[in-house]
């Protein structure tokens, strides 16, 4: 029971390790990419939190697998760097038994990759989904950062606002519009005190400004014409285009369930396959752990790499197989598994007397 609980938290420490540090990296990069989309005015910097927030789940869910693959290579390695794993042979700790402890590791980590990828992912994407179309209709005032020359969603004008009061008046706005390509020597700018957005019915919007003046004419002339206006107004977003109907991505896991189609098929053993794959890999990672001293903890950690790049890139290939149906729904995503099973299984019982005398049997048909 000692060295069971010491295999264990050992390998847990490494994998909680490594998937806090992919975690943080990744979300940083989702940061840095939705706060760009923010700053661009695509989105209502409101939202930028629960954009991130939303990506967490469905992160999660890719990143357990290999963070557990990866623990293991990693606690196992230093096993065999500080000579740790060879006491325990000397004791009787056979590798087979240290497979079997890290196979009960596994079940807990594939029950709870289990439960984010088939039930809270799905629920975050579709959150998500409706998060963009929220930032989509609220992209109106909340889009417009004072103090800041943009362009409005239709290209058709350039705005500048002063500052945005708490009841979403506009104070002070600057409008240059964009004139047609023959006459892009006009000019034809606009000043107001302040002003506000409209959304109409029909699904545009309109920007409204109050008590300002209009100066027309061309770059070349100084004529320049100037018109006072009580009101003005501009559209400045075109009727949105209509929204496709959602990817079976984010279709709860119960929906997908009743759904025959071959896209709903395909997405349900996605899902399966995920959590799935952390007991093959755990297979895998145990035997494949095993360095030369000499070697280093990183000794093995290229080929690991190469397998588990091999093993998902397989596993997404049968999937856009599957979805374009130009593979049996029975055979969908298992006979990746079925693969990476007997490789497990053959690593595992390579020095055993099995695996021993399987050899010998092979040279003799030879």
Same mark, same amino acid.
């Given at each position: 029971?000692?060295i069971?609980?010491y295999?264990?938290k050992?390998t847990?420490?490494s994998?909680l390790a490594?998937?806090?540090? !992919?975690?943080a990296?990744?979300?940083t990069?989702?940061f %840095?990419?939705?706060?760009?989309?923010a700053?661009?005015g695509?989105?209502p910097?409101?939202l930028?939190?629960g954009?991130?927030?939303?990506?967490a789940?469905?992160?999660?869910?890719l990143v357990l697998?290999?963070?557990?693959?990866?623990?293991?290579?990693?606690?196992?390695?230093?096993?065999y %760097?500080?000579s740790?794993m060879?006491?325990?042979?000397?004791?009787g700790?056979?590798?087979?038994y240290?497979a079997?402890?890290m196979?009960?590791?596994?079940?807990?980590?594939?029950c709870?990759?289990?439960f984010i990828t088939?039930?809270l992912?799905?629920s975050?994407?579709?959150?998500?989904?409706l998060l963009?179309?929220?930032?989509r209709n609220?992209?109106g005032?909340?889009a417009?950062?004072p103090?800041r020359?943009?362009?409005?969603?239709?290209?058709k004008?350039v705005?500048f606002v002063?500052?945005?009061a708490?009841n979403?008046r506009?104070d002070?706005v600057f !409008?240059?519009?964009n004139?047609?390509?023959?006459t892009d020597?006009g000019?034809?700018v606009v000043?107001?005190d302040e002003?506000?957005?409209?959304?109409?019915e029909?699904?545009t919007r309109s920007?409204?400004?109050?008590?300002g003046v209009?100066y027309?004419?061309?770059?070349?002339a100084?004529n320049?014409? @100037?018109?006072?206006?009580d009101e003005?107004q501009?559209q400045i977003?075109?009727?949105?285009?209509?929204q496709p109907r959602? @990817? %079976?991505s984010?279709?709860?896991t119960?929906?997908?369930w009743d759904d025959?189609s071959?896209?709903?098929?395909?997405? !349900?053993?996605?899902?399966?396959a995920?959590?799935l794959s952390?007991?093959?890999?755990?297979?895998?990672a145990?035997?494949?752990a095993a360095v030369?001293?000499?070697?280093?903890r990183?000794g093995k950690?290229l080929p690991?790499?190469?397998?588990?790049?091999?093993?998902?890139?397989?596993? !997404?290939?049968?999937?856009? %197989?599957?979805?374009?149906? @130009?593979?049996p729904?029975?055979?969908?995503?298992?006979?990746?598994h079925?693969?990476?099973?007997i490789?497990?299984?053959g690593?595992?019982?390579?020095?055993?007397k099995?695996?021993?005398?399987?050899?010998a049997?092979?040279l003799?048909? @030879?």
């Open positions: 029971m000692l069971f609980r295999l264990i050992e847990l420490k994998q490594i998937f806090l540090i !992919l975690m990296i990744f979300i990069l989702r %840095v990419r939705v706060l760009g989309d700053s661009d695509d989105i910097a409101g930028v939190l954009f991130l927030g939303l990506y789940p469905i992160l999660a869910s697998p290999i963070s557990a693959y990866l623990g293991i290579m990693l606690a196992h390695g230093r096993f %760097v500080d740790e060879t006491i325990m042979r000397a004791c700790i056979s590798e087979w240290i079997r402890v196979l009960f590791l596994s079940l807990f980590i594939m709870l990759t289990g088939l039930y992912a799905p975050a994407a579709e959150s998500e989904y963009q179309e929220k930032a609220e992209a005032i909340s417009l950062i103090g020359f943009q362009q409005t969603g239709n290209e004008a705005i002063h500052d945005i708490p979403d506009l002070r !409008l240059s519009q004139q047609p390509d023959d020597t000019v034809r000043y107001a002003g506000y957005i409209q959304n109409n029909d699904g920007l409204v400004l109050q008590e209009q027309e004419g061309t770059q070349a100084l320049y014409r @100037k018109v006072e206006f003005y501009i977003a075109d009727e949105p285009a209509e959602r @990817k %079976v984010v279709l709860p119960t929906e997908l025959n071959i896209e709903a098929r395909a997405e !349900l053993q996605w899902r399966i995920i959590p952390i007991p093959f890999l755990t297979l895998i145990v035997p494949l030369d001293p000499r070697q280093g990183f950690m690991a790499i190469l397998l588990y790049l091999g093993y998902f890139l397989l596993l !997404l290939a049968s999937r856009r %197989v599957l979805a374009d149906g @130009k593979l729904i029975q055979l969908g995503l298992w006979w990746v079925g693969i990476m099973l490789i497990g299984i690593l595992i019982f390579r020095d055993r099995t695996g021993t005398e399987f050899r049997w092979l003799r048909k @030879k």
